[in-house]
């Protein structure tokens, strides 16, 4: 399990191998173009790359940036979903007591998984939320076919170390120390244990981020044994589908269709 933590990278200097300057103007709409061509101007010039410890540092570098970025986006993506929704959604005045607080919020969220439950297709599976997961009692959670992304409110002021999360190959357990587990199942596929982290969002709520070892299916259910969902009304981001090629994308249509 990857916990977000912040990178320190200590690497001593390498001389270059020859004079040749290194001349390449950042282009903010491909980043990863940019990238490589640092990565390939510092393996022609220099030996840096032929070192096994720098390789993984660079690795581990990429992994940091990564989860990074990820986390900076759900957090943007909240913000301006916040001021969307204005002053729809108050906070009490007063602060209740941590197990009070995690009775409200689980409330809230049985009322909406009361609302989907009037959804339900006629095998008796789900209509997806937005998100092409589903809101259960405790916890939401969404997805992409490369990713697993779970929300689980906890009471306000909940610091990291009163959270426990494993993530393992088939498994998941996420909950608040000295009480029962929020999340505890085997989960619907397996995912790479070494690319999935957690975070805690405003000390308010955990956000969990799985990467799925089969990246060409739709998940039905984020544990098995949970409400399904129906995967025929799945609705994937368009843009994301069009970056697919034809044969691809025409298996993932396939897929949806026949699933």
């Not at 957090?75 to 959604?89: D, I, Y």
């Not at 697993?148 to 909950?175: A, M, Q, W, Y």
Request: hydrophobic residues 35%; proline residues 6%.
């Amino acid at each position: 399990m990857a916990i977000l933590s912040e990178y320190e990278e200590d690497q001593k200097p390498t001389k270059p191998s020859s004079s040749m300057p290194f001349n390449v103007d950042f282009d903010p709409s491909n980043p990863l173009g940019f990238i490589e061509t640092v990565i390939d101007f510092v393996a022609r010039e220099s030996d840096l790359f032929r070192s096994d410890s720098v390789v993984r540092d660079v690795n581990a570098l990429v992994r940091t940036m990564r989860e990074k970025v990820v986390t900076e986006d759900r957090e943007r993506k909240r913000k301006e979903k916040a001021e969307a929704n204005g002053n729809a959604e108050k906070r009490p005045k007063e602060e209740a007591a941590p197990a009070s607080a995690l009775a409200l919020v689980t409330e809230e969220k049985k009322d909406a998984a009361a609302a989907a439950e009037h959804e339900k297709t006629a095998e008796g599976k789900r209509a997806p939320n937005k998100g092409n997961g589903l809101d259960m009692d405790k916890y939401s959670w969404g997805q992409s076919l490369q990713e697993v992304t779970i929300n689980i409110p906890v009471p306000p002021g909940t610091k990291s170390r009163f959270i426990t999360c494993e993530i393992k190959k088939n498994h998941l357990n996420v909950g608040l120390k000295g009480q029962p587990p929020i999340i505890d199942g085997e989960l619907f596929q397996s995912v790479k244990v070494e690319d999935c982290f957690w975070s805690l969002e405003d000390q308010k709520s955990i956000s969990v981020l799985l990467t799925k070892q089969n990246q060409m299916d739709w998940w039905k259910s984020l544990v098995k044994g949970d409400p399904e969902i129906d995967t025929q009304k799945v609705e994937p981001e368009t843009s994301k589908l069009s970056d697919l090629d034809s044969e691809t994308r025409s298996t993932v249509e396939k897929m949806m269709v026949g699933s």
